[in-house]
């Protein structure tokens, strides 16, 4: 995040080709709009899609990679679905800690 002067920030990225990690899950990103001391910003990972539905084939091709990269860090952590929360169109936080 570097340059980034608007407070706001994510663990990762997807777009229709790969997943890119802006800053390490041990650390809080800014992207759930909840606060400083919001449990969305605080205590989840954030996974942002690139594209918006008007994107087209691109924007469903970032979804399907989104749905898979989520499902393999899941896994990775021993986490269930019920980790997963919507946070917006386009997004989604996987919580760290049980809320």
Not at 4 to 25: A, C, L, M, W, Y
Not at 50 to 59: D, E, F, P
Not at 70 to 79: D, I, N, P, R, T
């Amino acid at each position: 995040m570097i340059g980034n002067t608007s407070s706001t920030s994510f663990h990762f990225t997807v777009d229709d080709k790969e997943v890119r990690q802006g800053i390490p899950t041990d650390r809080n990103a800014w992207q759930t709009g909840d606060g400083t001391n919001g449990t969305g910003n605080r205590k989840s990972i954030g996974v942002e899609i690139c594209y918006s539905k008007s994107g087209g084939a691109k924007y469903y091709a970032a979804e399907k990679l989104a749905i898979k990269f989520v499902a393999q860090l899941l896994k990775e952590c021993g986490w269930g679905i019920d980790r997963v929360r919507k946070q917006k169109i386009g997004a989604a936080s996987i919580a760290r800690t049980v809320f």
